[in-house]
């Protein structure tokens, strides 16, 4: 793509191609842009100042547009110089390093590089001075392939260092065609010179950086655009590609934001990136000169991102200079080693003037895209005055380097109507700031543009939301839908196979069922009642196996119905005595008790094992009760104790577990009950003595059922005594 | 003579334009009712029932057929104002005397979960992981903030946490920041 489309369509064969406009040195111009004082002497002169290091590293996380990596060190632990702190686990993630050798202190969200200055999780290392380096496996641009070289960029966790902070592996990955590779080197906010005093510093390096560049790229031309006011660095660039044919060092005129990505492709090439593009679609791929020079370094001394040189400027600092900083050096460190003489309001600014972000607090950390740090007094860049009403001027419409018109977008703004911002192409803003700079009624353009942005981003993102939700909700009740119907299904099928099994068996089965209905008849009749004549009927249609086990089955129910009749004869005889037993008041009835339940278990020595469970219950419910009536006295207590343990050990000789267990429940339950009714005192010991009168009677009359009724009767009584006492 | 060809010719076109409509209108024929999905859209798809409807699609069909469009707390006043242009109608305040509210999202507090599966049926868009027994928990990016969860909870382990503001999703709040004298 690219060339034919400039080559003479109009058959005029004169015209030269863009490529030969390019080669001969031709730059172009885009529309808009401003000329700020640039301010660039404070620092322009002065070598790169090197820091000692400072007492705490803090290194967030996460530092480029992307997600954080997935952290390899945990706190208390000792980490090498270069070490990665975090692994980039996908291709969005980008790791950071150990800056210098030392203990990592803490793992915290710590106030983040960003104008919300919102924590963000950050680790807090202490360096140990060593500077003790990990072991280094430096590559040769000749024995790689683009894979090795992509990884190697990935794992020194290099991110575009002119301020956007886009991971550089996925810039250079592209599988597009690329025509030109451009090096931005134009640096064009004020007050900035760190790529100025690195070209001068470190050009040779650069250009080995542009190499491994271009063979990931393989572009016709690179391009390396430079402002003209900064000629030493121009110089040092033009002899350090002198050996390289394609690579064309182009000095641009000075004006502001001729280092946007969007216009210095213009620039140098006259091309534009269309609307929501990106400059790839075009076959351009931009890098910083910063970031060639980290990747230099990444590849051939396997020395990752560790350190940046940053700007250091303004008035109240006494030594402004260029400083080569570690990615995690407090911005108080780097401005205390600076010289700072802080002033009343003073404002430290991170970034340049145009586009950066006002610190609220100095323990801010540099970071990868840290290119400035700026200190300025009042009197230098005064603080934003009062903003006025806009008088239709222009001026911004005239400044927009991106061609937008700020007006409109300002009412839109104001207005909230997302639909008109968009149609009026908010999102191609490029915030540089020109529009608030030549404002006459200094209104803050750009804020706004700000918030709109960040509210159309949310609105969008809202929007993919409701999508997912949506697809999600409908999901799932297609779901539920499918699931009912294969729960019918099943039903269904069950049915019939029940159906079919019943059909198969027969009628023979209708026999058996018509023996078994006979038998529960047989069972609830009375023992001695005219057992002969269904016995002689039954053996009839019977064979002889089934007819001897009838028998036996009949025999054993015989058996039972005598031993009921007994227990009942002498339940009667009990509950006779229990009757006399109840006319006696409450304590002596709570003595009396072992020998009541020891008499009914005597009598009942048959071996009946429910008679014995309840009276055990009934026993220890009764102790409860003692216990709960009369606290104080401590004897009945005790006999009552040694009344339940009694009970005990017989329902333990009775070797039903279950029935023993059931039966403690139920004494527990009544137990509870009991308490309840007995809330009130003065009601509680008439209750009470009705309550363990109808539970000796209970005890001593084996039939449960009769106890039940007994225990509700006497509760009912103790409620409405209690609640006529109370009104 | 002319007249008839004149009327030969006219009929000719008519019987041609009306063939070719007519097979457009089947060829072209609009399944569902374009003006519900339109409605759709515009509704958050929290799911959330506080409209009355069981979900948004309910909701939107609902509008559709003539009921007020101020039924929906979670799209708010925007929402009220989209569906008042899209519908021809005048923009009326939210009928429940409701402040748009922060966005929240539900969050499990997983030591008190006994694991008895009751928010995983209660969600309406599946953003409750877990199994019987076990803890459950709650996709964050899925969750709506819908609230159906809170009320089934017999441990009330369930609480609605404001989203918590990360450099992403701010939004330039320039008067949020706390101002600190740099000494």
Not at chain 1, 642 to 663: G, I, L, Y
């Amino acid at each position: 793509m690219g060339f034919s489309q400039h080559t003479g369509k109009d058959g005029r064969l004169s015209m030269p191609s863009l490529f030969q406009q390019i080669q001969a040195g031709k730059v172009w111009d885009f529309h808009g842009g401003i000329h700020p004082p640039t301010r660039k002497q404070q620092t322009s002169q002065k070598p790169v100042a090197v820091m000692p290091l400072p007492d705490r590293l803090y290194i967030p996380l996460r530092q480029h547009i992307g997600v954080a990596g997935q952290l390899l060190v945990k706190a208390g632990e000792t980490v090498l110089k270069g070490q990665p702190l975090t692994l980039a686990d996908n291709s969005m993630a980008v790791p950071v390093h150990a800056p210098t050798s030392g203990t990592v202190l803490a793992i915290t969200p710590h106030t983040g590089a960003h104008p919300s200055a919102l924590p963000e999780l950050t680790l807090v290392l202490a360096p140990d001075g060593k500077e003790q380096w990990r072991e280094r496996e430096p590559l040769t641009l000749a024995s790689c392939d683009n894979m090795t070289l992509l990884n190697r960029i990935q794992e020194s966790g290099i991110a575009g260092m002119g301020g956007a902070g886009f991971p550089t592996h996925l810039k250079t990955g592209v599988n597009q065609p690329v025509d030109y590779l451009i090096i931005n080197a134009v640096e064009c906010e004020p007050y900035i010179t760190a790529d100025d005093l690195l070209m001068q510093e470190a050009a040779t390096t650069i250009v080995k950086g542009i190499d491994i560049l271009c063979q990931l790229l393989n572009p016709k031309a690179v391009l390396i655009g430079i402002e003209d006011d900064k000629p030493i660095a121009a110089a040092a660039m033009m002899a350090a590609c002198s050996q390289r044919e394609h690579y064309y060092v182009r000095t641009v005129p000075t004006k502001y934001p001729s280092g946007g990505e969007k216009q210095l492709i213009q620039l140098l090439t006259n091309k534009e990136v269309p609307n929501g593009r990106r400059p790839v679609d075009i076959g351009i791929v931009m890098q910083n000169v910063g970031t060639a020079f980290a990747i230099a370094q990444a590849v051939l001394d396997d020395h990752p991102l560790l350190s940046r040189i940053v700007t250091v400027a303004g008035d109240t600092l006494s030594q402004p200079q260029n400083v080569l900083t570690l990615i995690g050096t407090p911005v108080s460190s780097l401005l205390n080693f600076c010289g700072f003489q802080s002033e009343p309001k003073q404002r430290v600014i991170m970034g340049g003037p145009m586009m950066g972000f006002t610190l609220a607090d100095l323990s801010v950390p540099v970071v990868k895209t840290t290119n400035c740090i700026l200190a300025p007094t009042a009197e230098e860049l005064p603080a934003a005055s009062n903003e006025m009403d806009c008088i239709r001027c222009s001026s911004c419409a005239d400044a927009c380097p991106a061609s937008l018109l700020p007006q409109q977008l300002l009412w839109y703004s104001k207005a909230k109507d997302s639909e008109k911002l968009a149609e009026y192409n908010l999102a191609d803003c490029i915030e540089c700031g020109a529009c608030a700079y030549v404002c006459p009624s200094e209104i803050p353009l750009v804020q706004y543009y700000r918030v709109a942005k960040a509210e159309l981003r949310e609105q969008q993102r809202e929007a993919l939301k409701a999508e997912q939700a949506k697809a999600r909700f409908e999901a799932r009740n297609a779901r539920l839908e499918r699931e009912k119907q294969e729960r019918a299904e099943r039903n269904q099928q069950l049915a019939a196979a029940r159906q079919q099994q019943q059909l198969a068996s027969g009628a023979n089965n209708a026999v058996a069922d018509a023996l078994a209905r006979i038998k529960a008849k047989q069972a609830q009749a009375s023992a001695d009642t005219a057992n002969t004549a269904t016995e002689t009927a039954s053996a009839a249609t019977q064979s002889s196996a089934d007819k001897t086990a009838i028998l036996a089955e009949r025999e054993r129910k015989k058996q039972q119905a005598r031993e009921y009749q007994q227990q009942k004869a002498a339940a009667i005889a009990a509950e006779m005595k229990a009757d006399e037993n109840a006319a006696t008041d409450a304590s002596t009835d709570q003595i009396a008790t072992p020998s009541d339940s020891a008499a009914a278990d005597n009598s009942n020595s048959t071996a009946d094992n429910k008679a014995a469970a309840v009276a055990a219950a009934i026993a220890r419910a009764r102790a409860k009760k003692a216990a709960e009536t009369a606290p104080n006295t401590a004897a009945p207590v005790q006999t009552d104790a040694e009344a339940s343990t009694e009970a005990k050990t017989e329902t333990d000789n009775d070797a039903d577990p279950r029935k023993a267990a059931v039966a403690a429940a139920l004494a527990r339950a009544k137990a509870k009950k009991a308490a309840e009714t007995m809330q009130s005192t003065a009601p509680a010991e008439t209750a009470a003595a009705a309550l363990t009168a109808a539970d000796s009677e209970a005890g001593n009359g084996v039939d449960p059922r009769k106890a039940a009724i007994a225990a509700a009767i006497a509760r009912a009584k103790a409620k409405k005594q209690a609640d006529s006492e109370n009104s | 003579m002319t007249l008839v060809t004149a009327l030969i010719a006219v009929g000719t076109l008519a019987l041609v334009f009306g063939a070719v409509l007519g097979y457009a209108a089947i060829r072209f024929k609009v399944e569902a009712d374009p003006l519900v999905e339109q409605i759709d859209d515009i509704l958050p798809q929290t799911q959330c029932g506080q409209c009355g409807y069981p979900g948004c699609r309910p909701y939107a069909e609902a509008i559709a057929n003539g009921d007020d469009i101020n039924k929906c707390p979670p799209g708010g006043e925007a929402t009220i104002r989209k569906l008042a242009d899209l519908m021809g109608v005048e923009a009326k305040p939210l009928n429940e005397a409701q402040t748009e509210s922060v966005k929240r999202v539900a969050y499990i507090r997983e030591d008190e979960c006994i694991g008895c599966t009751k928010c995983i049926q209660a969600c309406p868009v599946d953003a409750i992981v877990g199994a019987s027994k076990l803890m459950h928990t709650v996709l964050v990016d899925e969750c709506t903030g819908c609230d159906l969860c809170v009320e089934p909870c017999p441990v009330d382990c369930i609480d609605m946490v404001p989203l918590t503001v990360t450099p992403e999703r701010w939004k330039w709040d320039l008067a949020s920041i706390p101002v600190k004298m740099v000494d």
